[in-house]
Nanobody, 123 residues
Framework: QVQLVESGGGLVQAGGSLRLSCAASGRTFIGYAMGWFRQAPKAEREFVAGISWSGGITDYANSVKGRFTISRDNAKNTVYLQMNSLKPEDTAVYYC????????????????WGQGTQVTVSS
């Protein structure tokens, strides 16, 4: 059974930083792209960042470009999201997701999802 487990969320002041982790287990993720998405209250789930299996291709939403960095450690089956210069509008539940093949920005392209971790940024 595939499991994606996020961790690292919490409460932080505006301008602060957090590092999210997503640990994958239950199968081999060779060839899988990973993505981070977020969902604020009463909003649709939106793409934040994605990374290819090799790590050579990354993609970011315009709203986080230059502030967030996605990375992965395939030996540990773990993907990370370093979030700097956080803003109140970054407040959301953050989800990691996996799909075989290339990075996509669309939620429906991803087969596996974690349960999410809450990030709250106070002003």
């Amino acid at each position: 059974q595939v499991q994606l487990v996020e961790s690292g969320g919490g409460l932080v002041q505006a301008g602060g930083s957090l590092r999210l982790s997503c640990a994958a287990s239950g199968r081999t993720f060779i060839g899988y792209a990973m993505g981070w998405f977020r969902q604020a209250p009463k909003a649709e789930r939106e793409f934040v960042a994605g990374i290819s299996w090799s790590g050579g291709i990354t993609d970011y939403a315009n709203s986080v470009k230059g502030r967030f960095t996605i990375s992965r450690d395939n030996a540990k089956n773990t993907v990370y999201l370093q979030m700097n210069s956080l803003k109140p509008e970054d407040t959301a539940v953050y989800y990691c997701a996996a799909r075989q093949g290339s990075v996509w920005r669309t939620t429906t392209r991803y087969n596996y999802w974690g349960q999410g971790t809450q990030v709250t940024v106070s002003s």
